[in-house]
């Protein structure tokens, strides 16, 4: 019976944290003060044509420079306009004018931002290019260019002066999501199922939200100010009614009537200050909430955590090599040491009925077939570095798979082959991948996207970075069966608290309620446990799943999943360090060293009578009395000495 887990706090002061970016807007007074101002003038835009006394370019010979009351609450101008009427009009288009700006910047930006940041690749340069090459221009020569070729139109100088900002768009997204495609929980969604379009929209996008619309506030103040400035030095379109063509008026009459300047001159500094302090309360109350800093947090522990192996993960399925090329690589030993001799695999024979699953009953239909497989990374000299050589292994339902070996032994890298989720740079060089009659090797990556979640799932060694902190953990869990099973919401919330109370989590509901920032590693480990199984899947790659845990959280978790291997009656990859965990949890183990399986077979038969020297030095190292990871460097270095003879 798992213990309730004393860390899962109410966390009301982090969760009061929380609250919409608009409430706290509310709560402050600066922001508040902005808020209201601003709606004020989007609300006098709106209704300029029901508010205004009068026509805003009628002109009346009568009405010259005619001072405020009266017909005209605010004065006349120097054409007998009613000051009033071609304010509230000029706010409405100088308000209309930065909005095109700010959309088409935003437009552009945002999505070349997101695109080159999440895919990198070619797209990356190009656009990093193009921003740099906006970047470089002179704003304002250019508008100035466009105007001389294209005519004083307000909205065609605003649609370019757009383009010219979005660079500030594009920078910006692009860092952010830079620096989140490579977390964990975005690795998890795509382990999940979980298509690209979705984690971008699910995850990456809420990252980036927060610092584009502070961005966007002091876009649009930019944007007024510069057509305020076209307008004024009378490089506008003189049919549009402007703050800045107010102000270019009054300009003409400033000695003579110097209240024609306050009335545009206010609108554009209050309107500008208005967005600037908005967007300074808004980076001000960001920067105070938990979110980033817990997410801050989660990237530095997994950045010291050895799964950030992982990062830059790409979808590159089986390479399209030349036979040389690969001939080649695979003539180097497996990140062995040179000149160290490769023996041949020590198999342990099968029972002769097989072998049977922890529940007494026959293993079922092999699922997973990998066969000679080498996985390899492309070097900046053009050579290809073989990480994991020759490595055949099966699956068959019910049955464990254990994968032991020691730190850079290959064990992750054949997991994530499995999954097709090799980092950036790595890919299949040789070999097959079989799960239920597909080769994964050659699988486009849509199969592949069909398969993780649904058919393969994977349990992480590190719980808290694969959960995204900005969402609770019951919606994390609602969305992969919603888009990989098809239920509908209730449904999919329902058999998400099930399965929380299967995985021995006390009170489901509230763990669903959570953040993951709420939660005990422990639990995380338990809720991510419960989404891998969430689609029923075939296969479960769990890779050092209890390594981040303490020590009778381990024993729970490894319970847990010995438990639910057997109810599901799923095939399991387990990679682990430990022969501890082997002994409790696998049918089957297969001993890595340097990138290749040296010894295979039975659990029992291996424990029994372990052939292989670097077997032996392993069990050595765990299980005779002394300092273990000495004995390990020793047998190691004894192990290479004895290869190296010829002996074994
Ligand atoms: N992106 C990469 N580029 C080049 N080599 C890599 C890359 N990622 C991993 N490797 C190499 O692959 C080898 C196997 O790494 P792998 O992560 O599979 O080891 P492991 O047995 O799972 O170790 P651990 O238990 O520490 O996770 C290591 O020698 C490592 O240096």
Known sequence: MPLPDPQLTPGLEERAARVS?????????????????????????????????????????QDVLAPPGGAHPLGADSAGRDVLSRLLFATRFSLAGALLALVVAAVIGVVAGLIAGYFGKWFDSVSSWFAGLLMALPGIVVLLAARAVLGPSMWLSMAIFGVLLSPAFFRLVYASVSAVRNELYVDAARVAGLSDARIIARHILT????????QAAMITGIAIAIQAGLDFLGLGDTTVPSWGSMLNDAFAKIYTNPDLMIWPASAIALTCIALTLLANVMRDELERTAGPVKRRKNRDRAAEAPIVKAAHLSTVGMATISEEERRLALEQPAASEPGEIVHPVVVHPDPEDGGRSSTGNPFGEELLSVRNLAVGYDQPDGSIKVVVNDVSLRVRRGEVHGLIGESGSGKTQTAWSVLRLLPDGGRVIDGSISFEGKDLAHATEKEMTKLRGAKI??????????????????????EPMRVVLGLSKSEATKRALGLLERVGIPNPQRTFDAYPHEVSGGMAQRVLIAGAISCDPDLLIADEPTTALDVTVQAEVLSLLRELQAELNMGVILVTHNFGVVADLCDRVSVM?????????????????????????LFAA???????????????????????????
Do not use: C, W
């Open 21 to 61: 970016l608009f409430r706290k807007l509310l709560k402050n007074p600066v922001g508040l003060i902005a808020l209201i101002f601003l709606a004020l003038l989007v609300l006098s835009a709106i209704f300029a044509p029901l508010l205004a006394p009068a026509d805003p370019n009628t002109a009346s010979l």
């Open 207 to 214: 990252v980036v939200r927060a610092p584009v619309i502070i």
């Open 457 to 478: 799932a994977y349990i992480p060694q590190e719980p808290m970075s694969n959960l995204d902190a900005s969402f609770t953990i019951g919606s994390q869990l609602v």
């Open 593 to 617: 060293r340097a990138g290749r399986i040296v010894e295979t077979g039975p659990v029992r038969s291996i424990f029994a009578a372990p052939e292989h020297e670097y077997t032996k030095a």
């Open 622 to 648: 765990i299980l005779e009395e002394g300092e273990p990871r000495g004995e390990l460097v020793a047998a190691r270095t004894e192990t290479a000495q004895t290869e190296k003879e010829g002996l074994r």
